[in-house]
């Protein structure tokens, strides 16, 4: 049974720093694609960023150059650097592993590529 739990979250005002982690358990961590996901009320869940099996990393557009996805796999871990924060940053993030081993981070920015989500992280960006 795969678990994620992530952490981090907090608020921060706007220009500031976190740093989200997600640590999972269950499957062999370094197959799979991990991917961070972000939801503002009232909003869809929209992809952030990925990390392959291979390390290549992926991002939206809105946080190329402010955010950095990492991972260590001895630890089962993903994270997600964001600086530079803005108030449109806010929103509960998500981390989520791929359903399918070997994959790349380029394709992996649809909701349905991911079969198993933590229970979410509230990021708080005030101006």
């Known amino acids: 049974q795969v678990q994620l739990v992530e952490s981090g979250g907090g608020l921060v005002q706007a220009g500031g720093s976190l740093r989200l982690s997600c640590a999972a358990s269950g499957r062999t961590f370094s197959r799979y694609t991990m991917g961070w996901f972000r939801q503002a009320p009232g909003k869809e869940r929209d992809f952030v960023a990925a990390?392959?099996?291979?390390?290549?990393?992926y991002y939206v557009d809105s946080v190329k150059g402010r955010f950095t996805i990492s991972r260590y796999n001895a630890e089962n871990t993903v994270y997600l650097q964001m600086n530079k924060l803005i108030p449109e940053d806010t929103a509960v993030y998500y981390c989520?592993?791929?359903?399918?081993?070997?994959?790349?981070?380029?394709?992996?920015?649809?909701?349905?590529?991911?079969?198993?989500w933590g229970q979410g992280t509230q990021v708080t960006v005030s101006s």
């Open positions: 989520a592993q791929a359903r399918d081993p070997w994959g790349e981070a380029g394709v992996a920015t649809d909701r349905t590529q991911y079969a198993y």
């Open positions: 990390i392959s099996w291979s390390h290549s990393t």
